[in-house]
């Protein structure tokens, strides 16, 4: 058997790891030949591609990035028909003698995964976003990584916060989901943690800052970048489009910071966290996932099952149809958000 494996969407810390543990099984065990395309889609189309084998993932797991590269380029031209760019990446698989694909991605790869396997290329998804916002799965890789490195910012600026009584906004990423604000703000105990899914009046914001001052302590606040104030319906979006034609988010904490210090009289300072998230080493936890979801892939090529996505369950990597897992958004429920807002003001 000949498997191709692919990487599109943001890079999420684990993915190396995923290659490497899909390969020494697939490859050692199961006997396939595995080929990895470079820079996702570009690599796929432009026939870029390196095998891959035990030498080629030598000690991988612990790398950040991935060694394949990743991009935003969608395997079918803007604008083109989609029975056309369908009938383009069956041809190319065949022309590379495919069995099969490995797509390692989150909400948007999935949803190609899926369309690619009811077309006619069999498919299977690795799931991967540090935002933690895919169905069918309890966790991501990637996302552990995020909330630690997010937890250590917070922890930072609240010593040099506290030192000058000053509040501290801090912006992580999460453009629909705020999984990564929530975790960070619980495990460096936040006195906000601002999400998109439930949005704050500025008014309440500034209720919780003062309320923090009149204790003696200075604020954190951490707002995940998709994070709306009550009453603007839209987030706060920089200009231009990202790589899949959506406005691009990020900006909330400088916008966010003068409305406080305006509000409370307090001197607010914004920090936007970035890409500093996503990058480095991933945890052990991430490493571990990471690589027990590659074998598990490898797995369900052996035993046919295509179209289907390796998502953790409790402690278990199952293979989930992919119906259940595209398009749906797994967004932070309002229960979690009361066991965060325990900490606010
Ligand atoms: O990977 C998802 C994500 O982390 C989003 O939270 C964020 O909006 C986006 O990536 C940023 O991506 P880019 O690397 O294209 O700027």
Known sequence: MRIGVLCSGGDSPGMNAAIRGAVLRGV??????????????????????????????????PLGGVMLGT????????????????????DRAAEYGLDGL?????????????LLNEGGVPT???????????????????????????????????????????CMVLEVMGRDAGWIALHAGMAAGAQVSLIPEFPESIEQIGEWVLSVRDRGRS???????????????RAVTREGLDGFGRPRLGGVAEVLAPLIEQRTGIETRATVLGHVQRGGSPTAFDRVLATRTGIAAADAV????????????????????LEEAVGRLKTVPPERYEEARLNFG
């Open 302 to 321: 052996l035993a046919g099952q295509w179209g289907t996505m390796a998502g953790l369950r409790g402690d278990r990597i199952e293979m989930v149809p």
């Open 102 to 114: 490995l797509l390692i991605g989150g909400n948007g790869t999935q949803t190609v995964t899926s």
């Open 219 to 233: 604020s954190l606040v951490v707002v995940a970048e998709g994070f709306r104030l009550a009453g603007v319906d």
């Open 124 to 166: 299977i998804g690795l799931p991967k976003t540090i935002d933690n916002d895919l169905g069918g799965t309890d966790y991501t890789f990637g996302f552990d990584t995020a909330v630690s490195i997010a937890s250590e910012a917070i922890d930072r600026l609240r010593t040099t916060g506290e030192s000058h009584r000053r």
């Open 71 to 90: 991009s935003r380029v969608p395997p079918f031209a803007r604008g083109s028909d989609p029975v056309e760019g369908l009938r383009a990446v069956r």
């Open 28 to 61: 050692d065990v199961h006997g396939f030949e595995m080929v990895g395309f470079m820079d996702g889609w570009r690599g796929f189309h432009e026939g870029d591609r390196i095998p891959l084998d035990r030498a080629a993932v030598r000690g991988l797991s």
